[in-house]
């Protein structure tokens, strides 16, 4: 009799372990970041955003600055650097520190998202300012992957206020930004106009998926959002 209970344990520990496997799986499927504000991405469209590119690359113009900033015109307020793709973003209280691709606009309209891969890196939206510029400069990365699980932005929600942030950029300076809120909003009611409103100084905001995760819907039904200020 003991040997038949063992033989029912093991059985029924590897349904679990298939059903872990199967609910890691659908974690593939999380990569909705939230909608572009309409009036935005009406006219980053217009831009013909090229495809991701690997970091470091050139990507966008000022014309593409000035369609993520309200036509170039930035409000006066506090100062903020020259415009310089970021190529690392680094956050040493949860561990973070990644390449940073380039990410435009799907068809749909939404934020574009790195590659499911768990080695993927995060990504800065072209069409948002660069990090430091005055704006809010907007990055996103995955929470896990099925294959290699954790990915860049697992332990974004673990973030908190104060925490430092500093984003590399392509001509050798760093933009230091520090961590003002934390926050998950379900994705029926992203922030649009909090995450992409225009800034009269430099913003840093952070997007990635998180909350309870749908098995019906195979994605997370939440957006994990951190918002940073410039360090003075």
């Known amino acids: 009799m003991p040997r038949v209970h ?5 059985a029924f520990a590897a349904v679990l372990a298939m059903l872990g496997t199967a609910t890691v799986m659908l974690g593939l499927r999380t990569e909705d970041t939230g909608p572009v504000p309409p009036s935005l991405a009406a006219e980053a469209a217009g ?10 690359s050139a990507a966008g113009g000022e014309k593409e600055t000035q369609a ?12 903020g650097m020259q415009r310089s793709v970021p190529v690392r973003l680094e956050i040493p209280s949860i561990g973070v520190d990644t390449g940073l691709m380039t990410l435009g606009l799907r068809d749909d ?11 993927a890196p995060a990504g800065w939206y072209r069409h948002s300012p660069t990090p430091g510029e005055v704006g809010a400069s907007v990055l996103a990365g995955h929470v896990d992957s099925a294959r290699d699980g954790p990915a860049v932005f697992h332990r974004l929600g673990e973030a908190r206020p104060g925490d430092p942030v500093a984003v590399r950029r392509t001509d050798g300076t760093v933009a230091r930004f520090t961590v003002t809120k934390v926050a ?9 106009d909090q995450v992409y409103a225009p800034l009269d100084r430099p913003g840093l905001r ?15 039904r939440s957006n994990i959002v951190v918002f940073a200020e410039a360090s003075s």
Request: hydrophobic share 25%.
């Open 47 to 56: 831009a013909a955003p090229s495809p991701l590119t690997l970091s470091g």
């Open 184 to 192: 998950t909003y379900p994705k029926r009611d992203f922030p649009s």
């Open 206 to 220: 952070l997007i990635t998926c998180g909350g309870v995760f749908d098995r019906g819907r195979g994605s997370y």
């Open 68 to 79: 993520a900033t309200g036509g170039g015109k930035k409000a006066v307020g506090g100062r």
């Open 109 to 119: 309209g939404t934020l574009e998202v790195p590659p499911l891969r768990g080695d």
């Open 6 to 10: 063992d033989r029912r344990a093991a």
